[in-house]
């Protein structure tokens, strides 16, 4: 399964920025939950936000939450997430995933598929 996340980039603290992520396969995101998870350097890979598979049901990390927003777009096999009043700490490699079931949580053991990540730098 091909997963593509991009979108990131440099932008200053207080901006925002769009990624996406695109899953060749169509049939394998559509009745799966999907999430994005972030990794700093030095640090471990964090929860930012997970969508069931109707894009009814999302969670949030706790420090991206009122912040960032995850939807999905199944026809066009796309997930997506919104990232408002980024902050320093916020730089980090971001990376979207499948869940192994149509609503998966916070924890990166409940997902099957990984991309290649993006780079989000936010600057002072």
């Known amino acids: 399964v091909q997963l593509q996340a991009y979108g990131g980039g440099l932008v200053q603290a207080g901006g925002s920025l769009r990624l996406s992520c695109a899953a060749a396969?169509?049939?394998?995101?559509?009745?799966?939950?999907m999430g994005w998870f972030r990794q700093a350097p030095g640090k471990e890979r964090e929860f930012v936000a997970s969508?069931?598979?109707?894009?009814?049901?999302?969670s949030y990390g706790g420090s991206v939450k009122d912040r960032f927003t995850i939807s999905r777009d199944n026809r066009e096999n796309m997930v997506y997430l919104q990232m408002n009043s980024l902050q320093p700490e916020d730089t980090a490699v971001y990376y979207c995933?499948?869940?192994?079931?149509?609503?998966?949580?916070?924890?990166?053991?409940?997902?099957?598929?990984w991309g290649h990540g993006t780079q989000v730098t936010v600057s002072s």
């Open positions: 396969v169509r049939t394998i995101i559509s009745n799966n939950a």
């Open positions: 969508i069931g598979w109707k894009g009814y049901s999302r």
């Open positions: 995933a499948v869940g192994y079931r149509p609503y998966s949580g916070s924890d990166p053991q409940g997902y099957k598929y």
